[in-house]
């Protein structure tokens, strides 16, 4: 078995991902190597910035914090360091400063300080989904997902109408 140093690991995750152009299918083996290539920037936010709350899953992160000026001044830094560090750019379309009470859109949940929605495309795309292909594994995913967010009347509204579909 052949082992590599870190920056060697780096470099050769690097390289893969340099041929990327449009960001990452969920799932995939390349989007696995992500939370190796990753670790650089959360060591980075974590130990040099001390930035306390921040979450990341793959290539999505969200910055948390009750002064929007301190928000203001982290994006420049984090740009900067994206793109020297790891050679990935930011999507200028994908920033948004905003208030906790008007919800954070992370990972197909729109999240409030007291409960969690499901994003109106992620919904559209499970029914759509739910009325192609009614198993019972791809409801029971789905009802997974569901039990995570505030959803028990989209719930009962899939229980009533796909659910009771025959199996398969």
Same mark, same amino acid.
């Given at each position: 078995?052949?082992?590599?140093?870190?920056?060697?690991?780096?470099?050769?995750?690097?390289?893969?991902?340099?041929?990327?152009?449009?960001?990452?299918?969920?799932?995939?083996?390349?989007?696995?190597?992500?939370?190796?290539?990753?670790?650089?920037?959360?060591?980075?936010?974590?130990?040099?910035?001390?930035?306390?709350?921040?979450?990341?899953?793959?290539?999505?992160?969200?910055? /948390?914090?009750?002064? @929007? +000026?301190? &928000?203001?001044? !982290?994006?420049?830094?984090?740009? *900067?360091?994206?793109?020297?560090?790891?050679?990935?750019?930011?999507?200028?379309?994908?920033?948004?400063?905003?208030?906790?009470?008007?919800?954070?859109?992370?990972?197909?949940?729109?999240?409030?300080?007291?409960?969690?929605?499901?994003? /109106?495309?992620?919904? @559209? +795309?499970? &029914?759509?989904? !739910?009325?192609?292909?009614?198993? *019972?594994?791809?409801?029971?995913?789905?009802?997974?997902?569901?039990?995570?967010?505030?959803s028990h009347k989209l719930i009962s509204e899939i229980e009533n109408h796909v659910w009771k579909l025959p199996l398969d």
């Amino acid at each position: 078995m052949k082992t590599y140093s870190g920056s060697q690991t780096r470099s050769s995750i690097a390289s893969i991902l340099s041929d990327q152009e449009l960001g990452f299918r969920s799932g995939t083996l390349l989007h696995s190597y992500l939370y190796i290539y990753m670790n650089e920037f959360d060591q980075f936010v974590k130990h040099r910035l001390r930035f306390k709350h921040y979450i990341r899953y793959a290539d999505d992160f969200v910055f /948390l914090s009750q002064d @929007r +000026r301190e &928000l203001l001044d !982290l994006l420049p830094v984090v740009t *900067r360091f994206l793109e020297r560090h790891l050679h990935l750019l930011i999507h200028p379309g994908k920033i948004e400063l905003r208030t906790f009470a008007s919800g954070v859109d992370f990972l197909g949940w729109v999240h409030f300080p007291d409960h969690r929605v499901l994003r /109106l495309t992620t919904r @559209r +795309r499970m &029914l759509a989904r !739910l009325s192609q292909t009614p198993s *019972r594994p791809v409801r029971q995913s789905y009802r997974g997902l569901l039990s995570h967010g505030n959803s028990h009347k989209l719930i009962s509204e899939i229980e009533n109408h796909v659910w009771k579909l025959p199996l398969d």
